[in-house]
């Protein structure tokens, strides 16, 4: 059985969340294709070349432990409008999505650009201040040392770069199911995340 859920959306919106308890539900695979991109932007922070740590990513490199701080969200954000880096990384993707089993996908592109036929596509958003009010919980919590002014400046300069750039730009694909996140909770988002999927599973 194939079956693709491509979950697209901003920085913070609830798309990882929401992803995996989709995957859970279903019982299916999950990727977080964000975690691609900070791979990348990671070993460039470390001096790597760009290109050249797109095309020798490995599986381990998604589990290094430093790859949630805002450095490396930026730096993500940054190889991202690159056309050869996004090209290195497709063929994975890919392969992810059309894997037996069903596969949840999350990350910018992937109803628009990575799966333009997946089963069911969300797009995952709230209001900038929610989205940078919950990502600063998060990080002070696992002890960053970062403002609320700082984070919310951050949450913005990544929503322009990822929605302006021309290489698979942030934007819902025609056919997604628009899921607003700023005033629902996470039991009320997962739920009306597994209505529209469950609509589109027929
Ligand atoms: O989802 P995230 O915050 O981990 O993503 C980090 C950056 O990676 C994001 O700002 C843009 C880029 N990205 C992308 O361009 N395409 C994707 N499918 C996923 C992430």
């Given amino acids: 059985m194939q079956f693709t859920i491509a979950i697209d959306g901003p920085a913070a919106a609830g798309?990882?969340?929401i992803s995996k308890a989709v995957a859970a539900h279903y019982g299916f695979a999950h990727l977080d294709t964000g975690l691609l991109y900070r791979a990348v932007g990671a070993k460039t922070l470390a001096g790597i070349d760009v290109l050249e740590a797109a095309i020798t990513l490995t599986a381990e490199d998604l589990t290094a432990s430093d790859l949630r701080t805002p450095e490396v969200a930026q730096a993500a954000s940054k190889v991202a409008v690159l056309a050869d880096v996004r090209a290195a990384?497709?063929?994975?993707?890919?392969a992810f999505a059309r894997r037996s089993g069903g596969a949840v996908l999350d990350g910018r592109d992937i109803g628009t650009v990575i799966c333009p036929r997946a089963e069911a596509k969300l797009f995952v958003t709230a209001s900038a201040e929610v989205r940078a009010a919950r990502r600063y919980l998060e990080l002070s919590q696992n002890g960053h040392d970062v403002t609320r002014e700082a984070v919310l400046e951050d949450v913005k300069a990544r929503d322009a770069r990822d929605m302006n750039r021309a290489?698979?730009?942030?934007?819902?694909?025609?056919d997604a199911v628009l899921i607003d996140t700023s005033d629902l909770g996470i039991e009320a988002a997962i739920a009306a995340a597994v209505a529209a999927i469950d609509a589109r599973k027929g």
Wanted: proline fraction near 12%; glycine fraction near 6%.
């Fill in 15 to 17: 798309k990882g969340t």
């Fill in 89 to 94: 990384l497709v063929d994975f993707q890919i």
């Fill in 167 to 174: 290489e698979a730009p942030l934007k819902p694909a025609e």
